[in-house]
């Protein structure tokens, strides 16, 4: 008998994502009515929106019908649509709560979330009960998951209806012990353009993070390779996009025009269907590019995109179709120096080799090392932070390239006054080749990021190390 009059109402258990929930049921003198799943008031009062694409029902003629214990490779909301149950929840998932139990009285005023890698069970205790749930995964028969026994003495759950009397499956009968049980992992991270520079900062921020997976360009070329059958993408919950087409004098070219939008975006549109059809988190890295300029203030998030070149254009393209991912990050960036050729070290091979040279002196912005894009990169995933677009550069005032060059020649012991001025016009006035336009403005602010608790580093304390690296020897990040 359903109980009517119940406010819709989470409550927590001792399994960490397994939640118990009040669901109001309205009855008259037909019968009764409930919404089984709502998604609008559930996700507001604190269910994960967890996308299920499939509703399955367990109709069960008789009381004592026993199933499980399954710890299938996705999430579910179970309930009743007829009848009771007796239901039992374990963690297996590794870490420090598997083995946990919970166990709860289920009528058709109640509903469960049970989170991908918990073993869920269930005992009839009456006639004709009718077992619902919804999953966020179409069911195969090839799926492989984790299970336990149903009368394990370890985890000692006290059916209602003795095993002895009840029906189970010959399957369930021969589940093993809890001790034989290999823990279920988590959904693991896949980093993808892993050898470049921002490749190797994430390498270095994950290190000895045993669920986290590095594919370089020749395992997984974007624009190139299938990405759809690239991995068995169930098996991940993030991917972390560093690959990029980042030529921005190339992509003018016919060639380099068309290798930036194969890698920027046909690429970033097969990436964002796969993460949005398997409920992945997809971190895209963007750049100032995607902006002309013109702005007096420094960029924020929500400013309109205006891109100058073919780059700018791809890349803000990219941004587009990532946003239509429903769990995304979109960390925009400029400036960026890592532990390959760069503008730092370039400055710097000049002051030593005694030549003076014409640096620009009309484009402002801020530099970014590698490893400031990687922390916050795992600062949000990590910390959870709301979905969206987030300004990732360093800390500290605006600057020119020539006075970045100015502070580089000081920095390692040269005359900062050899360093001279010139115009972008004037700088690039005598090239042969194709000139992207460069923005005036790549100023990003940087208020969004730092209002979850991320601290940027400030950018000429880390110019003064990395410079000091580069003088040791070492292969600064």
Excluded at 217 to 230: M, N
Excluded at 341 to 364: K, Y
């Amino acid at each position: 008998m359903a109980k009517y009059g119940k406010e819709l109402c989470a409550k927590t258990t001792q399994i960490p994502g397994l939640i118990v929930w009040d669901l109001p049921v309205h009855g008259d003198n037909r019968g009764w009515f409930k919404e089984n799943w709502q998604r609008g008031k559930m996700v507001a009062a604190g269910l994960p929106d967890f996308g299920p694409v499939q509703n399955n029902v367990s109709f069960n003629e008789a009381a004592g019908t026993t199933r499980g214990i399954h710890a299938e490779p996705w999430d579910k909301l179970i309930s009743v649509a007829t009848g009771r149950i007796f239901g039992a929840w374990v963690d297996l998932r590794e870490g420090p709560t598997f083995g946990a139990v919970h166990t709860a009285e289920i009528d058709p005023s109640r509903a469960v979330y049970v989170p991908r890698g918990v073993g869920n069970a269930f005992q009839t205790l009456e006639d004709g009960t009718a077992y619902i749930y919804l999953v966020n995964a179409h069911w195969r028969p090839d799926a492989r998951y984790a299970a336990v026994h149903l009368a394990d003495p370890t985890l000692a759950i006290a059916w209602p209806i003795p095993l002895a009397n009840a029906e189970l499956s010959e399957k369930d009968r021969n589940h093993p012990a809890l001790s034989d049980v290999r823990p279920v992992t988590p959904r693991k991270t896949l980093v993808l353009g892993a050898a470049g520079q921002v490749g190797r900062a994430l390498r270095g921020a994950y290190a000895g993070a045993r669920h986290v997976e590095f594919a370089e360009r020749s395992e997984i070329d974007l624009g190139v390779t299938d990405i759809e059958t690239a991995r068995t993408w169930s098996e991940f919950d993030t991917i972390i996009n560093a690959a990029a087409f980042t030529a921005v004098d190339a992509a003018e070219t016919t060639e380099g025009r068309a290798a930036a939008w194969a890698a920027n975006v046909t690429g970033v549109r097969q990436l964002a269907a796969v993460a949005a059809e398997h409920r992945i988190t997809l971190v895209h890295i963007s750049s100032d590019y995607v902006f002309d300029g013109e702005c007096e203030r420094a960029y924020r998030e929500d400013d309109p995109i205006c891109p100058l070149g073919v780059y700018g254009q791809t890349k803000a393209a990219g941004d587009q179709l990532v946003a239509t991912v429903p769990q995304h990050y979109v960390v925009r960036t400029s400036w960026v120096i890592g532990d390959g050729n760069n503008f730092v070290r370039t400055m710097m091979s000049l002051a030593e080799r005694g030549i003076d040279p014409s640096v620009v002196d009309d484009q402002h912005g801020r530099l970014t090392f590698t490893d400031e894009i990687a922390r916050a990169i795992r600062h949000l995933v990590d910390n959870k932070a709301p979905f969206g677009t987030y300004n990732v550069t360093g800390a500290g005032p605006a600057m020119t390239w020539a006075d970045i060059a100015r502070q580089v020649f000081e920095m390692a012991g040269h005359d900062p006054a050899r360093v001279g001025a010139v115009s972008t016009d004037i700088y690039f006035a005598s090239s042969n080749a194709p000139v992207a336009p460069r923005p005036r403005n790549s100023v990003l602010d940087l208020t969004a990021i730092e209002s979850q608790g991320y601290v940027a580093q400030d950018v000429r304390k880390r110019l003064a190390e990395y410079v000091q690296g580069l003088q040791n020897g070492m292969a600064p990040r």
